[in-house]
T-cell receptor, first 112, second 113 residues
Framework: DVKVTQSSRYLVKRTGEKVFLECVQD?????MFWYRQDPGLGLRLIYF???????EKGDIPEGYSVSREKKERFSLILESASTNQTSMYLCASSLSAGESNYFGPGTRLLVL | AQKVTQAQTEISVVEKEDVTLDCVYE???????LFWYKQPPSGELVFLIR????DEQNEISGRYSWNFQKSTSSFNFTITASQVVDSAVYFC??????????WGAGTKLIIKP
């Protein structure tokens, strides 16, 4: 079974803090994704990566950056957290472009 | 424009009733994929089905069935004899030509005992 893990289930941070969300997958998947999920908006793609050190902007990249130094790990960085970044963050991976996404359990981030 | 619409925000039924979740999509692509995912209260999204645009055959998996109709751009999901464990948020998604997924807003399904 594919396993996608995220470093935290819940996080509380203060405005202006730098926040790191870590995601690790154990199935050698090429593609990894970061989404945020907000009520009534579904999932929105922040960034994705199709290879180590490669990244592509999704629909809402502003205020975020990512890092993929190793194939299995994809990090989402909030350089200076703001209250409008309070959300559920979901990481996903897929074997190849177009294949089904396998999701982690999510990180619920609260920015005060 | 590419878009996925799940018009039903929330559906509530009594256990053992059948329920259909609607999904309507827009795309100009001739080749595309559609997906359904389930998100139980625990939060983790679970993949249910992937269907490509060339295969309009309906699919059945136990109590779950999917009706894909290109003529109406719909990919509806039916749960037969619903159970409390089916309570979840269900998402429909469309794969873009650049392989990214476009997601519907989700339908919250509540199954009452």
């Amino acid at each position: 079974d594919v396993k996608v893990t995220q470093s935290s289930r819940y996080l509380v941070k203060r405005t202006g803090e730098k926040v790191f969300l870590e995601c690790v997958q154990d199935m050698d998947h090429e593609n990894m994704f970061w989404y945020r999920q907000d009520p009534g908006l579904g999932l929105r793609l922040i960034y994705f990566s199709y290879d180590v050190k490669m990244k592509e902007k999704g629909d809402i990249p502003e205020g975020y950056s990512v890092s993929r130094e190793k194939k299995e790990r994809f990090s989402l960085i909030l350089e200076s957290a703001s209250t409008n970044q309070t959300s559920m963050y979901l990481c996903a991976s897929s074997l190849s472009a177009g294949e089904s996404n396998y999701f982690g359990p999510g990180t619920r981030l609260l920015v005060l | 424009a590419q878009k996925v619409t799940q018009a039903q925000t929330e559906i509530s039924v009594v256990e053992k009733e059948d329920v259909t979740l609607d999904c309507v999509y827009e795309t100009r692509d001739t080749t595309y994929y559609l997906f359904w995912y389930k998100q139980p209260p625990s939060g983790e999204l679970v993949f249910l089905i992937r269907r490509n645009s060339f295969d309009e055959q309906n699919e059945i998996s136990g109590r779950y069935s999917w009706n894909f109709q290109k003529s109406t751009s719909s990919f509806n999901f039916t749960i037969t004899a619903s159970q409390v464990v089916d309570s979840a948020v269900y998402f429909c998604a469309l794969r873009r030509s650049n392989y990214q997924l476009i997601w519907g807003a989700g339908t919250k399904l509540i199954i009452k005992p």
